[in-house]
């Protein structure tokens, strides 16, 4: 498939809403292209006493897009991506009070980079694993990736629900533009 006609489709929300089990629903519905948050990843491994430098949150950015780029010939009508350089942003605003210029750059960019943008909602129960920082965090999280959102004139669409009214949601935005033959809505329950 020609790298024009595939949509990029981005699952953005605070931590513990859902976006790692719908995005790679989504992308076993399609039979496509799913690329992981890098940086859950990169901060498991490379974290000290919960933080990562200014660079460290750069780094997880650029390599988070060279990875989609990577991976977006490969890809089915869509590139399904968890989450993108506006939220690693948003984690260096929450450490530091401010982003380095060039990964203000990059989620100055997100606006652009995404066809299709899910929010997923804080609406399901939080998941308290030792990474995240509980409850609380992750309502003021949501607040403020959503404000990023209307602040930045970027259309997206809420999921919420359970993980299948989400995926119903998802589909139903996702279908009309799809290239090939869509399947029947059931055919994924």
């Known amino acids: 498939m020609a790298e024009n006609r595939v949509k990029r489709v981005v699952f953005l929300g605070a931590p ?8 790679e629903r989504v992308a076993e519905h399609y039979n496509t ?8 990843t990169y901060w498991m491994e490379n974290q000290v006493d919960r933080l990562l430098t200014q660079e460290q949150l750069l780094y997880i950015a650029e390599e988070q897009i060279r990875q989609e780029d990577a ?3 490969a890809a089915n009508d869509f590139l399904i991506v968890d989450t993108n350089a506006l939220t690693t942003w948003h984690f260096a605003i929450d450490y530091y009070g401010c982003a ?3 990964l203000d750059k990059l989620a100055d960019e997100s606006k652009d980079r995404f066809d299709v943008v899910f929010l997923c909602a804080d609406d399901i129960p939080f998941e308290d694993t030792w990474e995240r920082s509980g409850d609380v965090k992750r309502k003021e999280f949501q607040q403020f990736i959503t404000q990023q ?5 970027i259309s997206y669409t809420l999921l919420s629900g359970s993980v299948e009214e989400r995926l119903l949601r998802a589909t139903a935005v996702l279908q009309p533009l799809r290239s090939t033959n869509p399947p029947h809505i059931d055919e994924f329950q």
Request: charged content about 25%; glycine content about 12%.
């Open 16 to 23: 513990s809403t859902g976006k790692t089990t719908i995005a």
């Open 33 to 40: 292209q799913y690329i992981a948050e890098f940086g859950r």
């Open 71 to 73: 991976a977006i010939g």
């Open 100 to 102: 380095l210029p060039e």
């Open 149 to 153: 959102l209307h602040d930045r004139d």
